[in-house]
């Protein structure tokens, strides 16, 4: 679903694609993997959680475990959130609600 | 789980436990219906959905159903996710993440 991006980080574009993690249906440590990778791995300031509908809890818990237990110094800056439409396999759209959760370290 | 406070209204004492609103495990309309109510009928500012676990994702779909749908003047004043220690049946303590959203009216 995402795009793919350059690699190359410069300081007018901080923020990547590849600083966007998107939670589905895994457990949340996988995603808390990733989270941590992210930051410590790849140095990134920010990393945004980004999740839709029965995921939405999973992102929560992926930003829960993060902060408690793996990275003391993460904050979160920002939580939004919002409805998106999307298509069914019947070819109806529905409704889905959707959570951003942008989490830093100082 | 909620205490009873008693309905009267002082300036000093403007939120009251009626304007938190525990989300658990019916659907979305339900708590949308007493969202609706809490600012209609009982002349609340702001209404609190607290939510844990699987319900995180029905708090934030009664969010987006008042927002959208009902309430088009409500606004998304706060967030904030925490996690709570909870004592399950066979008597062990885990983890699970909260959800407070807070909505306004102008």
Redesign the interface.
């Known amino acids: 679903m995402t795009e793919k991006t350059t690699k190359k980080r410069t300081t007018e574009e901080k923020r990547t694609d590849e600083d966007v993690i998107y939670v589905g249906h895994k457990p949340p440590m996988s995603y808390v993997l990733a989270v941590v990778t992210q930051f410590n791995g790849n140095g990134s300031k920010e990393v945004i959680l980004k999740a839709r509908?029965?995921?939405?809890?999973t992102a929560?818990?992926t930003?829960?475990i993060v902060r408690?237990k793996f990275m003391k110094n993460a904050k979160?800056k920002d939580?939004?959130?919002?409805?998106e439409s999307v298509t069914n396999e019947e070819g109806r759209d529905s409704?889905v609600?959707?959570?951003e959760?942008s989490l830093t370290t100082n």
């Open positions: 509908g029965r995921a939405i809890s929560v818990d930003a829960e408690n979160v939580i939004t959130i919002g409805t409704n609600s959707s959570i959760i």
